[in-house]
């Protein structure tokens, strides 16, 4: 294990480029650095639907946007620091970097408008095994034997989630929340497919939907299926934790799902599960291509996932 910082640290900020599967991977490593600050409120610099999600949930006190003027001020050959940048980083007592670490510019203006207090880390570390595990292991973490990513929700979150609930006549933990898209077409079971696996399971389904799925919407309904689209994060975040189940592909909301605290079966097409699979109660198949995976043998992992007693 990496010594803790010894200073008294009072803000800590993790800068970090990823999407949300990505982000959920990290959790794992915030919570080393927590252990190595403990005197330190961490932070979070991301994408900006990303930092105010993990605000309060995820570890961190504090969300700032990625897109924020001062981080474009560090690409920039001069060798001048604005005073903004300075002013903005200067007041962090450590800074995590998993950004722009390949990037002379980037690393030498923050570098110095943090008084040499950053240090830099890759965004897609090398390595074997999960993702989570290899961004421990940057980090210089050697016991990484638990990986977990569970997130705290706040009663918002539940009370947003027990309201559309209602209004959809859903009991919670009464119903199976289906999330048929992802970032890649590539990585996607058959709407289809999903639709046709809601007319043979026995529990009531809801679909969520992204905006990348939002032509779908009409598809599902005319099946009687229940939908939720466009959702924020900590919408979605509130359902999955009041979900009897989820069934998704290899995705960022399947990561949420999972780490809200859900069941789950993840399918996976081209990508590694090894490496990409969230970290909580889940089970994985993988065919490639997908559109090559029965619903009855899906049908069937998801009935033995349902019939299984969860472990306390």
């Given at each position: 294990?990496?010594?803790?910082?010894?200073?008294s640290?009072r803000?800590?900020l993790?800068?970090f480029?990823?999407?949300?599967?990505?982000?959920?991977?990290?959790?794992?490593?915030?919570r080393?650095?927590?252990?190595?600050?403990?005197?330190?409120?961490?932070e979070?610099?991301?994408r900006?639907?990303?930092?105010?999600f993990a605000?309060?949930r995820?570890g961190?006190?504090?969300?700032?946007?990625i897109d924020?003027?001062?981080v474009?001020?560090?690409f920039?050959?001069d060798e001048?620091?604005?005073?903004?940048?300075r002013?903005?980083?200067?007041?962090f007592d450590?800074?995590?970097s998993?950004?722009?670490?390949?990037?002379?510019?980037?690393?030498r203006s923050?570098?110095d408008?943090?008084?040499?207090r950053a240090?830099?880390?890759?965004?897609?570390?090398?390595?074997?095994?999960h993702?989570?595990r290899?961004?421990?292991?940057?980090?210089g973490?050697?016991?990484?034997?638990?990986?977990?990513?569970r997130?705290e929700?706040?009663?918002r979150d539940?009370?947003?989630?027990?309201l559309?609930?209602?209004?959809l006549?859903?009991?919670p933990?009464?119903f199976?929340?289906?999330?048929?898209g992802?970032g890649?077409?590539?990585?996607?079971?058959?709407?289809?497919n999903f639709?046709?696996l809601a007319?043979?399971i026995?529990?009531?389904?809801?679909?969520?939907?992204?905006?990348?799925?939002?032509g779908?919407k009409?598809?599902?309904?005319?099946?009687n299926l229940a939908?939720?689209?466009?959702l924020?994060?900590?919408d979605v975040?509130g359902?999955?934790h009041f979900s009897r189940?989820?069934?998704?592909?290899d995705?960022g909301?399947?990561?949420?799902?999972?780490?809200s605290?859900?069941?789950?079966l993840?399918?996976f097409g081209?990508?590694?599960p090894?490496?990409?699979?969230?970290?909580?109660d889940?089970?994985?198949?993988?065919?490639?291509?997908l559109d090559?995976?029965p619903?009855?043998?899906?049908?069937?992992?998801l009935?033995?996932?349902?019939?299984?007693q969860?472990a306390?």
């Open positions: 294990m990496a010594a803790i910082d010894s200073t640290n803000r800590v993790v800068i480029p990823g999407a949300l599967g990505d982000l959920l991977c990290l959790v794992p490593a915030v080393a650095i927590a252990r190595r600050n403990p005197c330190a409120t961490l979070l610099m991301a900006g639907e990303l930092a105010r605000a309060g995820l961190f006190a504090r969300g700032h946007s924020r003027r001062e474009g001020q560090l920039t050959a001048r620091v604005s005073e903004d940048a002013a903005f980083f200067g007041a450590r800074i995590y998993f950004f722009a670490a390949d990037d002379p510019n980037f690393r923050l570098e408008a943090s008084a040499g240090s830099f880390y890759p965004f897609r570390p090398p390595g074997d095994g993702v989570a290899c961004y421990l292991r940057a980090l973490e050697n016991d990484a034997s638990r990986l977990e990513d997130i929700l706040l009663p539940l009370e947003s989630a027990e559309t609930l209602r209004q006549n859903l009991l933990h009464g199976i929340l289906i999330l048929p992802s890649s077409p590539t990585k996607n079971w058959p709407a289809a639709a046709a007319e043979r026995a529990a009531p389904s809801l679909v969520l939907l992204g905006p990348a799925e939002a779908l009409s598809f599902f309904e005319a099946r939908v939720v689209s466009d924020e994060l900590d975040a359902l999955a189940c989820f069934l998704g592909n995705s909301v399947s990561h949420l799902a999972s780490a605290g859900a069941r789950g993840v399918l081209p990508t590694d090894t490496r990409w699979r969230p970290l909580g889940v089970k994985v198949i993988r065919r490639d291509p090559g995976l619903v009855a043998e899906v049908v069937a992992a009935e033995q996932l349902l019939g299984e969860r306390p």
